[in-house]
């Protein structure tokens, strides 16, 4: 039953096991209050490691041409969602949570994760991706998914991709949102870089009116043009 259980979070990072692995607890205290179980097995758990690797390593413009390169060679879903994370600042979680359902027009909505801010604000989609999150659309698995793998399947995939197009494997998927700050930050006035970017940064939007969605998309545009 500890091996179910530590199945149950092996394809996660390690943050979203603990997340599991409290909750089971949780269940497992409730059990033991009613007397259905004994013992709290999500305390014999044993969790994904933390990554040593420090995520920051925007890439560099020869090597953001090599995947527009590798793009217009062989479409993929996996060098689709990469595009698009780097010039969106989706987080890895958020690229395959992605589904056809949630692409509106140039917005990705319902799929941001661990700070309320970007739970409800939707990823704003820069012009020149339009033709890939239309071919991800078109090209999505059965269940909808553009990726349609689990983020730690996401990471070794990831991983592979940067070996195979001679890229640095120790590049990770969080990179491609320090890429999304990098090329915006001189082209963007701060808190325009923070709406985009979905940050909550109260010294950078204490007297800040948030901007519309469409003001934003049409900022990204302009930026990337």
């Excluded at 413009?61 to 060098?79: F, N, V």
């Excluded at 801010?117 to 704003?124: A, F, G």
């Amino acid at each position: 039953r500890i091996e179910q259980l530590n199945n149950l979070v092996a394809d996660l990072t390690s943050n979203s096991a603990r997340s599991v692995k409290n909750l089971l607890s949780k269940a497992y205290q409730l059990g033991m209050a009613e007397m259905v179980c004994s013992v709290n097995l999500a305390l014999l758990m044993t969790l994904p490691k933390e990554s040593a690797h420090i995520e920051k390593m925007p890439f560099a413009k020869g090597e953001l041409d090599i995947l527009w390169s590798a793009w217009h060679e062989k479409k993929s879903a996996l060098l689709g969602v990469i595009l698009t994370s780097v010039y969106t600042g989706a987080m890895p979680i958020e690229v395959c949570r992605m589904r056809t359902e949630n692409v509106q027009d140039r917005m990705i909505v319902d799929v941001g994760a661990k700070t309320e801010k970007r739970k409800e604000s939707p990823i704003v989609i820069p012009n020149l991706l339009m033709p890939i999150v239309g071919w991800l659309c078109s090209n999505a698995d059965a269940d909808g998914y553009l990726l349609g793998m689990t983020e730690k399947q996401y990471r070794t995939a990831f991983k592979r991709e940067m070996a195979r197009l001679g890229l640095s494997t120790d590049h990770t998927p969080y990179d491609c949102r320090h890429t999304t700050a990098t090329l915006l930050q001189n082209r963007l006035e701060p808190n325009a870089l923070t709406e985009i970017m979905r940050h909550t940064d109260l010294k950078m939007t204490q007297h800040y009116k948030h901007r519309k969605t469409e003001e934003l998309i049409c900022l990204l545009d302009q930026a990337l043009a």
